[in-house]
């Protein structure tokens, strides 16, 4: 009786490591991927996108107020 309780909680142990590892695996991925986003943000090429955008923003709005 006491082995198979010992095997059951051994088991039970097994499992939620298992379980654990594999759920830190998975966060430390999501915040390297969550890290490199930021960094792309960042890039002079990212800026020069936005600031492309925001330029043609204002360039039609410039258009709309002098019609």
């Known amino acids: ?3 198979v ?9 097994t499992v939620f490591a298992v379980l654990l590892a594999g759920r830190r695996r998975s966060n430390s991925d999501d915040a390297v991927a969550s890290f490199r986003e930021h960094l792309d943000a960042l890039s002079p090429e990212s800026r020069q996108h936005m ?3 925001v330029q043609s923003r204002v360039t039609d709005a410039e258009t709309d107020h002098g019609a």
């Open 1 to 3: 009786m006491t082995l």
């Open 5 to 13: 309780l010992s095997a059951v909680i051994v088991v039970c142990v």
């Open 51 to 53: 600031f492309d955008r």
